[in-house]
């Protein structure tokens, strides 16, 4: 069965070596004028990329204030001060240099000066839309989350460790400078939970009981094949430009809806999942998606048999004459290899954290919250499904 679907993916592309330089004007075009650039902890300070974005936006005659210092699992707080911020310097675009962090938080802060007057909280704990958003856009220097393009972001509550994600077309961003240069300085544990996050956003779309097309599927089997192959080259090889450019790209097309286009919107409960570890432990989101999904997938599997075994065989090379669940089981497994290859971890214990039982339940129950009524499309979860997955991760993995 092929869904109806609407596909809006609005964001100008512009990719390449030194596609940076065009920044300014590009800013220009948009409409922009007063530009907050926000960024992370020191990456881009410490390539002297701030200062060249600097040098070329004041050579644009574009009025600049700064908001530094977002962290991994953007914080709530950081919101709020870029809002202040905002308001004060009479903002009209946001500029992230940098991945998902500092791209969400310039979406947030982009919904708050949009609508003063309203919590922008309220959006993530969905107890209201947005009515407005000011233009965002990015430089991106980490190949992951692709809010680059999408229409996600994801902001945690540091008070309450709720990490609570918003969907909404309005902070599509205006543009996206790709250049895959940027993305050489990463250490390699950020270039390996990049290329899980990206694959695990096909994924998501991918592993359903509720409607596909084959052509959303082969461009969804093609770009899983491909971040595997670049992935393992990025491992050993991190100057390679043209894996990096790879990955980049395929970074961007996971996730602006285009591998999930006849689907019924996908499972994303291991992202979900995910989320209450990053909320509760503070972990690199790719790499705890590489420890919830072994158990994610052998807790589900035989209620998604069609689609484990396709997998196994299209994306994982599974070439047996077992039956379909052996498949199915035979894929879990080489995925889990595969993770090892690139020094992911499959397991909590191989992410380094220890939640007990208490904390657990704790973070099922968020879960169950936080998904509202889409609780999976391979399996709907119960908050005792939730718990036991957690369960299974906090042990081996099976
Ligand atoms: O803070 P700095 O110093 O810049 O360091 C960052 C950070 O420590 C570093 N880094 C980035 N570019 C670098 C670099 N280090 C060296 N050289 C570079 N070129 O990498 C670390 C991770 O950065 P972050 O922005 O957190 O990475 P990512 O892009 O993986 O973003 C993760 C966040 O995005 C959310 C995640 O939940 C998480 O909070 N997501 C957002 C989505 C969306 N908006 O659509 C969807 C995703 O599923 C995801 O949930
Ligand atoms: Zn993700």
Not at 7 to 28: A, D, W
Not at 101 to 123: H, M, N, Q, R
Not at 218 to 231: D, H, P, Q, Y
Request: glycine residues 10%.
């Amino acid at each position: 069965m092929i869904n109806n679907f609407e596909y809006y993916s609005p964001t100008r592309v512009v990719f390449g070596k030194g596609t940076e330089q065009q920044v300014g004007k590009l800013i220009k075009e948009y409409g922009g004028s007063r530009v907050l650039i926000v960024y992370g902890g020191k990456s881009a300070i410490h390539s002297g990329l701030l200062e060249k974005i600097k040098n070329i936006l004041l050579q644009e005659n574009l009025y600049i204030a700064e908001l530094g210092g977002v962290v991994p699992n953007p914080h709530l707080e950081k919101v709020y001060e870029g809002i202040q911020v905002g308001k004060r310097e009479q903002i009209d675009f946001l500029l992230a240099i940098g991945g998902g962090s500092t791209i969400d938080t310039a979406k947030a802060i982009a919904y708050g000066l949009a609508e003063p007057e309203k919590d922008v909280w309220e959006l993530y704990g969905h107890t209201r839309t947005a009515e407005k958003c000011l233009p965002v856009a990015s430089i991106l220097t980490i190949s992951a989350a692709g809010s680059e393009t999408s229409r996600g972001s994801v902001i945690t509550n540091e008070k309450t460790h709720a990490k609570r994600a918003y969907d909404d077309n309005l902070a599509r961003p205006k543009f996206a400078i790709m250049n895959p240069d940027l993305t050489k300085t990463l250490p390699d544990y950020q270039t390996e939970s990049g290329c899980v996050d990206i694959m695990m956003h096909t994924m998501e779309r991918y592993f359903t009981n509720g409607g596909n097309m084959e052509i959303t599927d082969a461009l969804a089997e093609g770009l899983l094949r491909t971040v595997m192959k670049n992935a393992q080259i990025l491992h050993t090889e991190p100057e390679n430009y043209e894996a990096r450019a790879e990955v980049m790209w395929a970074g961007s097309i996971a996730h602006n809806d285009l591998t999930g286009c006849g689907n019924d919107g996908g499972d994303f409960m291991s992202h979900k999942l995910e989320h209450e570890l990053g909320g509760m432990f503070d972990v690199t989101h790719g790499a705890g998606l590489a420890a919830i999904w072994p158990s994610w997938a052998r807790y589900v599997y035989q209620d998604c048999l069609p689609r484990f075994s396709r997998f196994a065989k299209n994306v994982m090379g599974v070439n047996s004459n077992a039956s379909e669940e052996e498949i199915a089981v035979q894929g879990i497994d080489a995925m889990e290899k595969f993770y090892h290859s690139i020094g992911m971890p499959i397991n909590f214990q191989e992410l380094g954290i220890h939640p007990d039982n208490q904390q657990i339940r704790e973070m099922a129950e968020r879960c169950c919250i936080a998904s509202g009524s889409h609780t999976g499309s391979a399996k709907k979860l119960t908050v005792e499904d939730m718990a036991a997955i957690y369960l299974m991760a906090n042990q081996t993995g099976k």
